[in-house]
């Protein structure tokens, strides 16, 4: 089946830091989505990106389907950005979604 | 509008009793998955519906688990005679059409003692 993997697995950086978090995926994708999962265990929806650039604020994300990698850039960082961060795709002719395994972000003020 | 909505927020059974999840999707969205996501597997999937055709249930873990969707809406998942093995948070997720982003409820944390 398909390999989604993200890197790295855990990220610990001071407030006001940028970062660039990876997500590589092994067969080609109708979807790629990121989301943050919260403290409480709430998925937030963060880029619906099957390909190309996004910005949303701090947030922006960047997908090259034909290398199957997607890249999530968080600028500033803000203790409020701590969490697990999730890449998943959809196989083209597969409607669910794949996870990767996630990369923890603790933001230290 | 409303989110995707679950029901109960937290369930705790002893094994070998069945327990009931309800999912609420978004208004309109004709996609229903059910997900989940445990310590030792991370977050996997379970069964998906798309409008009338028929689920897609190739994520199902065991036959001891099923789910349906009335009237196109509303789901509910069962599963039977639980193990401590099912101990997980169980996740809810909408989408309008094929293709489009997925919406995750807030999810059922199951504990089986």
């Known amino acids: 089946g398909i390999q989604v993997e993200q890197s790295p697995p855990d990220l610990i950086l001071q407030e006001g830091a940028n970062s660039t978090l990876r997500c590589n995926f092994s067969d080609s994708v109708n979807n790629l989505q990121w989301f943050h999962q919260n403290p409480w265990g709430q998925l937030i929806n963060l880029f619906y990106?099957?390909?190309g650039t996004k910005q949303n604020g701090r947030l922006s994300a960047t997908t090259v389907a034909t290398e199957r990698y997607s890249l999530l850039y968080i600028s500033s960082s803000q203790t409020t950005d701590s969490g697990v961060y999730f890449c998943?795709?959809?196989?083209?002719?597969?409607?669910?979604?794949?996870f990767g395994t996630g990369t923890r972000l603790t933001i230290i003020p | 509008g409303a989110g995707v909505s679950q029901s109960p927020s937290n369930k705790v059974t002893e094994k070998g009793k069945d327990v009931e999840l309800r999912c609420d999707p978004i208004?309109?969205?004709?996609?229903l998955y059910w997900y989940r996501q445990s310590l030792g597997q991370g977050l996997e999937f379970l069964i998906y519906?798309?409008?009338?055709?028929?689920?897609?249930k190739s994520g199902l873990p065991s036959d001891r688990f099923s789910a349906e969707r009335t009237g196109g809406s509303v789901s509910t998942l069962t599963i039977q005679r639980t193990q401590q093995e099912d101990s997980a948070v169980y996740l809810c997720?909408?989408?309008?059409?094929?293709?489009?982003?997925?919406?995750f409820g807030p999810g059922t944390r199951l504990t089986v003692l």
């Open positions: 208004s309109g969205h004709t996609a």
């Open positions: 990106i099957p390909s």
């Open positions: 998943a795709v959809e196989l083209v002719g597969n409607e669910k979604l794949t």
């Open positions: 997720a909408s989408r309008v059409v094929r293709f489009n982003e997925q919406f």
């Open positions: 519906f798309q409008g009338n055709s028929a689920p897609d």
